[in-house]
């Protein structure tokens, strides 16, 4: 099981994110961004912000 919180990315947001698979984390985490947080997908979506969320997934 994998796990990222908006916490973790420095977000004021209680959202807490599971799946099974780091891709599935990475899409419901764009999802999140897009519907709670404004941001563009386009802008999430970039290397770098991809890189960024990455770095914050835990396994557990």
């Given at each position: 099981?994998?796990?990222?919180?908006?916490?973790?990315?420095?977000?004021?947001?209680?959202?807490?994110?599971?799946?099974?698979t780091?891709?599935?984390?990475?899409?419901n985490?764009?999802?999140?961004?897009?519907?709670?947080?404004?941001y563009?997908?386009?802008?999430?979506?970039?290397?770098?912000?991809?890189?960024?969320?990455?770095?914050?997934?835990?396994?557990?």
């Amino acid at each position: 099981m994998y796990t990222i919180s908006c916490r973790d990315v420095g977000r004021d947001c209680d959202c807490v994110i599971q799946g099974e698979t780091e891709e599935e984390i990475m899409k419901n985490a764009a999802e999140h961004a897009v519907k709670g947080h404004g941001y563009k997908e386009e802008d999430i979506m970039t290397p770098e912000m991809k890189n960024k969320i990455k770095s914050y997934i835990r396994k557990s």
